[in-house]
T-cell receptor
Framework: DTEVTQTPKHLVMGMTNKKSLKCEQH?????MYWYKQKAKKPPELMFV???????INESVPSRFSPECPNSSLLNLHLHALQPEDSALYLC?????????????FGPGTRLTVL | QKEVEQNSGPLSVPEGAIASLNCTYSDRGSQSFFWYRQYSGKSPELIMS????GDKEDGRFTAQLNKASQYVSLLIRDSQPSDSATYLCAVRGGSNYKLTFGKGTLLTVNP
């Protein structure tokens, strides 16, 4: 199994809603990532988890809250988002966090904030 | 601040031709180099990784790395319309191990 899966594929939410994005991998990878990608731009790193501990937070607003319940799962909790947060949210994983580790992306969740 | 620059594109080649995609990076301590392919509306797909100077071939794809010139390229031989996508160069290592992406080059292969 060489897949990273993400649910839901699409999400529409209002600015007062609370929702969660989910990511799962069964490759035994110990590093997992959340990225945000706007149209015609490269992915932007948001968070990195290594061995289920948050190791990097790229100064992301607190309305985004990551969680890593176990080594296979990664969640992103969303609350009080703004329309400018509409984007493709990508989860990725790699065997470890070191430079030589390849990162594999999931299919993404297309988020629209109304 | 690490920077990764890609040729601006869009790049258009006829079917069967060689497509050449280029990337330069600013951090001389960078250690690993990746090419991702991203179809419109889809997520990035890793197609090549390269860590040492020289060429690395995988099917129709060849990645070339020259650390002295801080340059990495991707050649696609016998280009097919299905290769039409945005190609993202990504670099890691050096001052931090964050994966830094270029802005991408849009490749169109014309039948």
């Amino acid at each position: 199994d060489t897949e990273v899966t993400q649910t839901p594929k699409h999400l529409v939410m209002g600015m007062t809603n609370k929702k969660s994005l989910k990511c799962e991998q069964h490759m035994g990878h110990r590093a997992m990532y959340w990225y945000k990608q706007k149209a015609k731009k490269p992915p932007e790193l948001m968070f990195v988890y290594s061995y289920e501990k948050l190791s990097i937070n790229e100064s992301v607003p607190s309305r985004f809250s990551p969680e890593c319940p176990n080594s296979s799962l990664l969640n992103l909790h969303l609350h009080a988002l703004q329309p400018e947060d509409s984007a493709l949210y990508l989860c990725a994983s790699s065997p470890g966090q070191g430079s030589y580790n390849e990162q594999f992306f999931g299919p993404g969740t297309r988020l629209t904030v109304l | 601040q690490k920077e990764v620059e890609q040729n601006s594109g869009p790049l258009s080649v006829p079917e069967g031709a060689i497509a050449s995609l280029n990337c330069t990076y600013s951090d001389r301590g960078s250690q690993s180099f990746f090419w991702y392919r991203q179809y419109s509306g889809k997520s990035p797909e890793l197609i090549m990784s390269i860590y040492s100077n020289g060429d690395k071939e995988d099917g129709r794809f060849t990645a070339q790395l020259n650390k002295a010139s801080q340059y990495v390229s991707l050649l696609i031989r016998d280009s097919q319309p299905s290769d039409s996508a945005t190609y993202l160069c990504a670099v890691r290592g050096g001052s931090n191990y964050k994966l830094t992406f270029g802005k991408g080059t849009l490749l169109t292969v014309n039948p």
